[in-house]
């Protein structure tokens, strides 16, 4: 989400994806109760957007192919779309602000858009080809714009139009400009569905396409969001294809979200069963105390600097300091996983620099042996952590209040608010089931922060209430994907709901994998997704067109 990501990956108990600024309060209580062996609260796993894959990655679909160059380079993807700004409501839900409208941000890609002709009680009419609608989450829209290749290669087969539409707060669609921040009321999924909701019916009518079945795709929080948005907007969406959404990662869910299930998954990518190293996963969960011990002296601290990389100026004489390196290395361990794409990939980078192949068996390299002393361990660590936070082998050293690159800390703190309001999903780890340190989830404490810091107050149970939890029966046409090695696995709907209500799982995928590209190094799990995807969707359109030629538009 949330990833999200994505998003602020800066790992300290200060600022970290979804807990930003709270952090600051909460480090020294959380160093004190690590140090003297006590369970204190958990680290919000970081969400994520969408991988990028590598040039080196082979694709194996090139939508650029045939187009003119641009000063002898290729041309990229947004260079196939027409961007413009829509007039979107800032409050959708009351009159407060009377007609106070902001510029949202909106890609239309028509290369592949094709008119068609139907049947129509008995007589041929001719439409225009579906909509694939992209409902933006927590980032620029350009980045799924390049990187959404299920979209961009499923686009030809059925004619359709491409619609990537950002969402309010993140990128370029500011509703108060640099004031946004004073002004966060209006940031919610609500707001955000009615934006893409207002916008489909402009498209619709302004491109003379009042016919066209929309399906509407998302990943991760953009996941979530295009499947709320075919359960709110039944008659405006004919379908939703959600890859890796946790929808069912909140308070209130029956039977209850495992809160400790992200922290379970990370692990699991780290064991042989996933392809990593034997003795990685128990290596890691020893290394926490490995560095605890060596923090005591200061030749053992010197250690850890070395280890690390630390820069000349970063901080580690206090156990307070220890506990941010630690969770700043902690936080590796979840992007990795989430990223642990079988080619080398920038998306969880932002774009700014590749990942190897499954990142997560490159950093249990270091763990290969099956007694490690406390030395070892700490270096191992630092090594393992360094395929993150030093990707591009370039970095003379480190320096755990920061975050992998500067370009996902707004993003962060955005995401930070949202958490604070609706999106309030629990996580823990406790050293046991996972190959961490204990962090329960302490509901009062973060509600207490988010107070503190954002002046609001988490409605915890929101998002259960408002979009049916698990009692999703009355709804249609979603799939739902999520992959083996995906953390958000745990709070993702893994069977099928009803016989409309599809749940795919992809053996050996990570964070929506199935969304992305197709390249030369896929599973046959992903082709058989991505195939068994494409059937359902087709069956949506078709029987769409069905309903709307022949009077009835709207698809319950």
């Known amino acids: 989400m949330k990833r999200a990501h994505k998003p602020n990956p800066n790992p300290n108990p200060y600022r970290c994806r979804y807990q930003c600024r709270y952090r600051y309060l909460v480090a020294v209580v959380v160093s004190l109760a690590f140090l003297l062996g ?48 829509y007039d979107s409501d800032v409050d959708h839900f009351s009159w407060s602000l009377k007609s106070r409208t902001y510029k949202q941000r909106v890609f239309v890609c028509d290369k592949y858009w094709q008119d068609r002709s139907v049947d129509a009680d008995g007589k ?71 934006d893409y909701a207002n916008l489909i ?24 969001l295009s499947s709320w948005f075919r359960m709110k ?18 308070l209130g869910e ?3 979200y ?16 996933a392809g990593a190293s034997e003795y990685c996963a128990q290596n890691i969960r020893s290394s926490w105390v490995a560095a605890q011990n060596m923090s005591w002296t200061s030749q053992g601290r010197d250690h850890i600097r070395q280890a690390f990389q630390l820069c000349d100026d970063v901080p580690l004489e206090s156990s307070y300091n220890l ?47 099956q007694r490690m002393s406390d030395a070892e361990l700490v270096s191992a660590l630092a090594q393992a952590s360094k395929v993150w936070y030093n990707y591009t082998n370039s970095m003379e050293c480190l320096d755990y209040r920061k975050g992998v690159n500067p370009e996902t800390q707004s993003v ?55 979009f049916g939890g698990k009692d999703i029966n009355a709804f249609s046409n979603i799939i739902f994907s999520n992959g083996e090695y995906d953390p958000w696995r745990g709070g993702g709907v893994l069977y099928n709901v009803t016989e409309s209500i599809h749940a795919i799982f992809i053996d050996g995928g990570a964070h929506h994998l199935d969304f992305m590209w197709s390249t030369k190094y896929d599973p046959p799990s992903v082709l058989q997704a991505r195939a068994q995807e494409r059937d359902i969707i087709h069956e949506w359109i078709e029987d769409a067109y069905k309903r709307k030629v022949s009077g009835r538009t709207y698809s319950f």
């Open 412 to 466: 962060g703190e955005m995401w930070d608010y949202q958490f604070c309001t609706e999106m309030f999903m629990p996580s823990s780890r406790d050293g046991i089931h996972d190959m961490f340190f204990p962090q329960p989830f302490d509901y009062g404490y973060q509600i207490e922060n988010c107070q503190k810091v954002w002046g609001v107050t988490p409605r915890p149970y929101w998002v259960t209430v408002n």
């Open 124 to 194: 041929e009419k001719k439409v225009r080809g579906p909509i694939f609608f992209y409902t933006g989450n927590e980032a620029d829209v350009t980045l799924y714009l390049n990187a959404t290749g299920f979209m961009w290669e499923y686009a030809p087969e059925v004619g359709a139009l491409l619609v990537f539409a950002e969402h309010r707060y993140y990128g370029k669609s500011s509703p108060f400009g640099s004031d946004d921040r004073e002004n966060l009321q209006y940031l919610t999924s609500e707001q955000a569905l009615a």
């Open 201 to 224: 019916e402009y498209i619709k009518e302004d491109w003379g396409a009042i016919d066209s079945p929309v399906i509407c795709f998302g990943g991760s929080y953009g996941g979530m």
């Open 38 to 85: 006590k369970r204190t609260e958990a680290k919000r796993p970081p969400t994520s957007l969408f991988p990028v894959p590598a040039h080196e990655a082979g694709l194996l679909f090139d939508p650029t192919e045939g187009e003119k160059k641009n000063n002898g380079r290729s041309t990229n993807l947004i260079d196939l779309c027409k961007e413009f700004y």
């Open 323 to 369: 506990t941010s390196l630690l969770y700043w290395a902690q936080t590796s361990f979840d992007y990795m996983a989430m990223g642990n794409y079988p080619y080398p990939s920038s998306y969880m980078t932002n774009g700014k620099g590749d990942l190897p192949a499954y990142p997560m068996r490159v950093a249990c390299e270091a763990f290969q042996s």
């Open 258 to 273: 495992d809160a400790g299930s992200f922290a379970k998954v990370v692990t699991y990518d780290a064991t042989r069963e």
């Open 254 to 256: 029956l039977p209850p």
């Open 233 to 250: 907007y039944p008659h405006v969406v004919d379908g939703a294809f959600a890859a890796s959404a946790p929808i069912w990662s909140f």
